[in-house]
T-cell receptor
Framework: DTAVSQTPKYLVTQMGNDKSIKCEQNLGHDTMYWYKQDSKKFLKIMFS???????INETVPNRFSPKSPDKAHLNLHINSLELGDSAVYFC??????????????FGEGSRLTVL | AQKITQTQPGMFVQEKEAVTLDCTYDTSDQSYGLFWYKQPSSGEMIFLIYQGSYDEQNATEGRYSLNFQKARKSANLVISASQLGDSAMYFC?????????????FGPGTRLSVLP
């Protein structure tokens, strides 16, 4: 009954391959995010969705495509993987209720290694 | 644009001592939220504490307290009675006023090492 779950947790693949990371939250939150954490631990937002609507689409290569089939799921598909895509990818969610602190609830992260 | 600065890449503290992790931020918004997260070596992100920009009292959660100085735009995390399990990366983050999927901005983090 993990609140925000990501699969797979580890992904090792060759350059040029296409891969997906899935994320599901059972918290009933309206907003979901993808963050990338690089080797220096810096966290940068990639995308955010609110009720399946794309809100933020930061400057990431268009090889990265998010898909939100419903408000509980936000998947990340990556085409033509490159060495520089190696990172930890975090899915997160937050409620939109006014008065709530709006903290992010993170998944456990998916460590992607591109060889 | 919002920005978070954490000037201490690494900190050491003796077990049972208190430690302050610095965080300064830059925003033109009047309303915002400030957060601290802990990332142990296992990798998960753990929410520690929240401070709203209009909160008059400094936030406290157990051994964690947030020293909020709005005029200086600082939101330092104070950990009292450090424990070995506090060794981790600590991130300061800021959320803009409307939580409509807007961007949480994170600082670069401070790696805290607690010495026995």
């Amino acid at each position: 009954d993990t609140a925000v779950s990501q699969t797979p947790k580890y992904l090792v693949t060759q350059m040029g391959n296409d891969k997906s990371i899935k994320c599901e939250q059972n918290l009933g939150h309206d907003t979901m995010y993808w963050y990338k954490q690089d080797s220096k631990k810096f966290l940068k937002i990639m995308f955010s969705y609110n009720n399946k609507e794309l809100i933020i689409n930061e400057t990431v290569p268009n090889r990265f495509s998010p898909k939100s089939p419903d408000k509980a799921h936000l998947n990340l598909h990556i085409n033509s993987l490159e060495l520089g895509d190696s990172a930890v990818y975090f899915c997160a969610s937050s409620p939109r209720d006014r008065g709530y602190t709006g903290e992010l609830f993170f998944g456990e992260g998916s460590r992607l290694t591109v060889l | 644009a919002q920005k978070i600065t954490q000037t201490q890449p690494g900190m050491f503290v003796q077990e049972k001592e208190a430690v302050t992790l610095d965080c300064t931020y830059d925003t033109s918004d009047q309303s915002y939220g400030l957060f601290w997260y802990k990332q142990p070596s296992s990798g998960e992100m753990i929410f520690l504490i929240y401070q709203g920009s209009y909160d008059e009292q400094n936030a406290t959660e157990g051994r964690y307290s947030l020293n909020f100085q709005k005029a200086r735009k600082s939101a330092n995390l104070v950990i009292s009675a450090s424990q070995l399990g506090d060794s981790a990366m600590y991130f300061c983050a800021m959320r803009p006023p409307d939580n409509y999927g807007q961007n949480f901005v994170f600082g670069p983090g401070t790696r805290l090492s607690v010495l026995p």
